[in-house]
Antibody, heavy 122, light 108 residues
Framework: QVQLVESGGGVVQPGRSLRLSCEASGFTFNSFAMNWVRQAPGKGLEWVAVMSFDESQIDYADSVKGRFTISRDNSKSTLYLRMNSLRPEDTAMYYC???????????????WGQGSSVTVSS | EIVLTQSPGTLSLSPGERATLSCRASQSVSSSYLAWYQQKPGQAPRLLIYGASSRATGIPDRFSGSGSGTDFTLTVSRLEPEDFAVYSCQQYGSSPITFGQGTRLEIK
């Protein structure tokens, strides 16, 4: 069955960096686009970034553009999120998810990991 | 971007009752590209409905979705104890994808 397992979260000071990983199994990882979504405490879900199966297409939310970098290693079936210049408002649970595309380049998310917690605080 | 507003914020019902959750969009969602997810504490979000009314694999038929344009509804026909959770809608008709703030379905 499809499994997505995030890791790498923790407590970090403002301005520092962190890298999240998402290890995938149970499906052909290099055939699917992948996505990061976050959820701040007590808030709704917020889309963060998406990457196509072949890394040719990448997009970011305006709130993280220029600070976060999504990447993947298809040989390791792993998705990454490098987060630089972290801010207190980046505090959230970060979920990776598998993308199911529909016409026009839009998509929904059919499988999610359990999340990795990031706290940005001094 | 499209803003999704879910109501009510919290819904208190008993097992066996019918639950109706609303998701309203700030502008029309093209092609009814709307999904619903279920979240339980400490668990991964679970896809329930996509395309406004199509059930995802393995989702019981007591869950149904309807609507188009700006108004969408998730209905749980007869609540089971395991259905008490947070439900979020997501539109994917235009970029960026956006989510509602969630409805908490709690046991009365």
């Amino acid at each position: 069955q499809v499994q997505l397992v995030e890791s790498g979260g923790g407590v970090v000071q403002p301005g520092r960096s962190l890298r999240l990983s998402c290890e995938a199994s149970g499906f052909t990882f290099n055939s699917f686009a992948m996505n990061w979504v976050r959820q701040a405490p007590g808030k709704g879900l917020e889309w963060v970034a998406v990457m196509s199966f072949d890394e040719s297409q990448i997009d970011y939310a305006d709130s993280v553009k220029g600070r976060f970098t999504i990447s993947r290693d298809n040989s390791k079936s792993t998705l990454y999120l490098r987060m630089n210049s972290l801010r207190p408002e980046d505090t959230a649970m970060y979920y990776c998810s598998r993308v199911i595309p529909v016409a026009g380049g839009e998509y929904f998310l059919d499988h999610w990991g359990q999340g990795s917690s990031v706290t940005v605080s001094s | 971007e499209i803003v999704l507003t879910q109501s009510p914020g919290t819904l208190s019902l008993s097992p066996g009752e019918r639950a109706t959750l609303s998701c309203r969009a700030s502008q029309s969602v093209s092609s009814s590209y709307l999904a619903w997810y279920q979240q339980k504490p400490g668990q991964a979000p679970r896809l329930l409905i996509y395309g406004a009314s199509s059930r995802a694999t393995g989702i019981p038929d007591r869950f149904s979705g309807s609507g188009s344009g700006t108004d969408f509804t998730l209905t749980v026909s007869r609540l089971e104890p395991e259905d008490f959770a947070v439900y979020s809608c997501q539109q994917y008709g235009s970029s960026p994808i956006t989510f509602g703030q969630g409805t908490r379905l709690e046991i009365k």
